[in-house]
């Protein structure tokens, strides 16, 4: 593992025990067991760090969604759990995204335009899903952007509200997004559809 790797590692592991601003640059390098000039050798702002380890996320979800060949409902459910577990591996990303949207403007801007591509390849996937029967028509009320951008919200702030609804009397969120997710997108399923999903819960195993 290079320098610059084992910096970012490490800056992960920092940033989701503590916070990201709870975490400065001279703590890092205490951690890494380097100088603080040779940590702004490699990155010389906390910004520039959060940049770099944003593109790696990025680049790591790059693919979640594939439009090639034929797509099963099995391949929604596979993407919302990768991107749960990409959640995890970077989850203070998502624990101070505000924080981050007000403070970082370089990293919020490369997070809105991914966010904007996500959208248009989850509005095709679910196009392809109606052409193929396996989601009904749109039609008044139902609107599938507003059905996107609900489970989009699920999966972002998932972290924040398990924070916030931590007592042991609320089981509802005792669960995963992934199955969040499905409860929004069932109703919307055809008879197909449905059939589809009951296979993949009775033959997947799915791993958490």
Known sequence: MSIKEKIKSTAITLFNERGLSSVTMRQLAEALGISPGNLTY???TKASLLEQIYQMMHAESSDY???DGYITLHHYQELLRQFYLLRQHYRFF???????RNQYP??????QATNLVRFRN???LVDYFVESGRMVKEEP???YDRLIHSIWMINTFWPAQEQVLDSAEYQVNKTT?????WQLLY????ESGKEEYWQIQKYVKVEK
């Not at 109703?187 to 055809?190: E, M, V």
Request: without cysteine; hydrophobic residues 45%.
């Open 187 to 190: 109703p919307y399923l055809t």
């Open 94 to 100: 998502f624990n101070d995204l505000v924080y981050i």
């Open 141 to 143: 009320p139902l609107d």
């Open 177 to 181: 997004p992934v199955e969040i997710a």
């Open 122 to 124: 989850a509005r095709m």
């Open 106 to 111: 370089e990293v919020s801007r490369m997070h």
């Open 65 to 67: 969604i594939s439009l």
């Open 42 to 44: 490699h990155f010389k």
